[in-house]
T-cell receptor
Framework: DAGITQSPRHKVTETGTPVTLRCHQTENHRYMYWYRQDPGHGLRLIHY???????DKGEVSDGYSVSRSKTEDFLLTLESATSSQTSVYFCAISELAGTDTQYFGPGTRLTVL | GENVEQHPSTLSVQEGDSAVIKCTYS??????FPWYKQELGKRPQLIIDIRSNVGEKKDQRIAVTLNKTAKHFSLHITETQPEDSAVYFCAASPKGAGGTSYGKLTFGQGTILTVHP
């Protein structure tokens, strides 16, 4: 597996609380992505980054924000968690864009009560 | 934006049989089509990919075909084994404005493949 870690691996939180998930890579890859995985929906892109401080929205970005202050770290924040954000969150990295392999992290299982 | 449809949602085969999973995409500018395998509780892992300038690619028991005209691509697994049992996802990477996509992937809904011994 590529050098990608996610923290925490599991989290249970309450509706309305802010939550931050961390993705850390040791591969020095330029591109980083956050996906959520829900039954029947496959993986859906939340936000992505194409460099330090360069981020943009994916298809399901409402209620989420991201930050990337260092090449190795990409943070995903749920500003005020809702039950609809209960999901498994995967981070992915890629060295090149467009036709390059994306390597996934181990995932974070988030439950919002 | 890109839309990827994947069929079937579940597929059950006997060990040794072949399995075929099909995906269609909507954006004719898409140029990269990876397939991922995800075992229960694990991360998705790339098993094979194909670029739009190639019609077919094979890696041992796994092959992918691409029909750009019809905008569909398929995964073929021959001589299936119980360890092939997993969820398989197709994806497409569309080109964005200016010809770059930043590597964004749009995934299909997944196919649960079960190989019975």
């Amino acid at each position: 597996d590529a050098g990608i870690t996610q923290s925490p691996r599991h989290k249970v939180t309450e509706t309305g609380t802010p939550v931050t998930l961390r993705c850390h890579q040791t591969e020095n890859h330029r591109y980083m992505y956050w996906y959520r995985q829900d039954p029947g929906h496959g993986l859906r892109l939340i936000h992505y980054s194409y460099g330090v401080k360069d981020t943009d929205k994916g298809e399901v970005s409402d209620g989420y924000s991201v930050s990337r202050s260092k090449t190795e770290d990409f943070l995903l924040t749920l500003e005020s968690a809702t039950s609809s954000q209960t999901s498994v969150y995967f981070c992915a990295i890629s060295e090149l864009a467009g036709t390059d392999t994306q390597y996934f992290g181990p995932g974070t299982r988030l439950t919002v009560l | 934006g890109e839309n990827v449809e994947q069929h079937p949602s579940t597929l059950s085969v006997q060990e040794g049989d072949s399995a075929v999973i099909k995906c269609t995409y909507s954006d004719s500018a898409s140029n990269y089509f990876p397939w991922y395998k995800q075992e229960l509780g694990k991360r998705p892992q790339l098993i094979i990919d194909i670029r739009s300038n190639v019609g077919e690619k094979k890696d041992q028991r796994i092959a992918v075909t691409l029909n750009k005209t019809a905008k569909h691509f398929s995964l073929h697994i021959t001589e299936t084994q119980p360890e092939d049992s997993a969820v398989y996802f197709c994806a497409a990477s569309p080109k964005g404005a200016g010809g770059t996509s930043y590597g964004k992937l749009t995934f299909g809904q997944g196919t649960i493949l079960t190989v019975h011994p």
